[in-house]
């Protein structure tokens, strides 16, 4: 399995004014679209992991990001059904918000990342904003460039049965659900 390569958006800062109106955006639009012929080529078809997240609290110091969206999905060829995926409305009426996408697929390389498209719209459903993703892995792993660390006894490293974990988020006090998360 390849990848993941990992697209965001990052934090959008979506406070309302302080005239008192409404935040700019309220809702999204998030579209993925598979442009490639992928079935006859060893990446295989790429599965998409979608989620809008908001971060807490919005204001100065540090915070955290919360996923309160999520979705995976395997894409078809391009012109074949499952081709695109869309998701209307995210919701969106935060102070601040983000999109991310981890694509990967079933083969041993990712040559290939589908297109994705965020769109804001405001209360009256009318769209004010495009918003970019920008690549914030490096490089997918499997490439000289990722780095794994062996421990002993690390059921995720080296499990009694094959499994195949593309993010593991550890904190100090272990495997947490909740809290502070960093990246092994």
């Known amino acids: 399995m390849a990848g993941p390569v990992i697209l965001s958006t990052g934090l959008i800062e979506n406070r309302a004014p302080s005239n ?4 700019p955006v309220t809702s999204l639009v998030v ?4 442009n490639a012929a992928t079935s006859q080529t060893v990446e295989g078809s790429p599965i998409v992991v979608l989620e809008a997240f908001t971060a807490a609290p919005a204001g100065a110091g540090f915070g955290s990001q919360d996923t309160y969206v999520l979705y995976q999905v395997e894409l078809g060829d391009v012109n074949q059904l499952y ?10 009426n935060l102070d601040c918000f983000g999109v991310r996408c981890t694509v990967t697929n079933r083969g041993p390389t990712l040559t290939f990342l589908p297109t994705v498209t965020v769109t804001g719209k405001n209360a ?4 004010v904003a495009v918003f970019g993703l920008t690549q914030v892995t490096t490089a997918p792993c499997g490439l000289p460039s990722c780095h794994w660390a062996e421990y002993p006894g690390d059921p995720v490293y080296s ?3 094959d499994a195949y974990y593309q993010t593991v988020r550890y904190d100090a006090a272990g495997f947490a ?3 502070g998360f960093a990246f092994l």
């Open 31 to 34: 579209k993925v679209e598979n």
């Open 159 to 161: 499990p009694a049965t």
């Open 83 to 92: 081709s695109t995926f869309t998701i209307d409305p995210v919701f969106a």
């Open 177 to 179: 659900p909740n809290g």
């Open 20 to 23: 008192g109106g409404g935040r």
């Open 124 to 127: 009256q459903n009318a769209t």
